[in-house]
């Protein structure tokens, strides 16, 4: 007598999966493109370029969040240095009024 096993494959059920996630605008470019040096004219072109990637991103209050509170340099959630800086000083302000 020959025993012969067969197997069946179980359909996923794509309602059950994991929602999608967006994914943000600055994962196809270039890192260095959110880290510009100095003020001349090429490092503020250079600032305009990182500020428009962020401003097509669906992500950028999540990001702007993080480098908040994690103080990060560069270009985050649409924001440079100076501005989470001036951020940051009025809502403590805010707050402590």
């Known amino acids: 007598m020959n025993i012969v096993r067969t197997y069946t494959r179980r359909q996923v059920s ?3 999966a994991a ?3 967006p994914r943000p605008a600055c994962a196809d470019e270039d890192p260095d493109l ?5 003020n ?3 490092a503020l072109e250079q600032f305009a370029e990182a500020k428009a990637v ?10 702007l969040q993080t480098a908040l ?7 985050w959630g649409g924001t440079d240095e100076q501005t989470r800086r001036l951020i940051k000083i009025r809502t403590f302000h805010g ?3």
């Open 19 to 21: 929602p999608v996630r």
């Open 54 to 63: 962020c401003a097509r991103c669906p992500l950028t209050a999540r990001c």
């Open 95 to 97: 707050a402590a009024a």
């Open 14 to 16: 794509t309602a059950t």
């Open 34 to 38: 959110f880290f510009p040096t100095g």
């Open 69 to 75: 509170d994690r103080n990060e340099a560069g270009v």
């Open 40 to 42: 001349d004219p090429a």
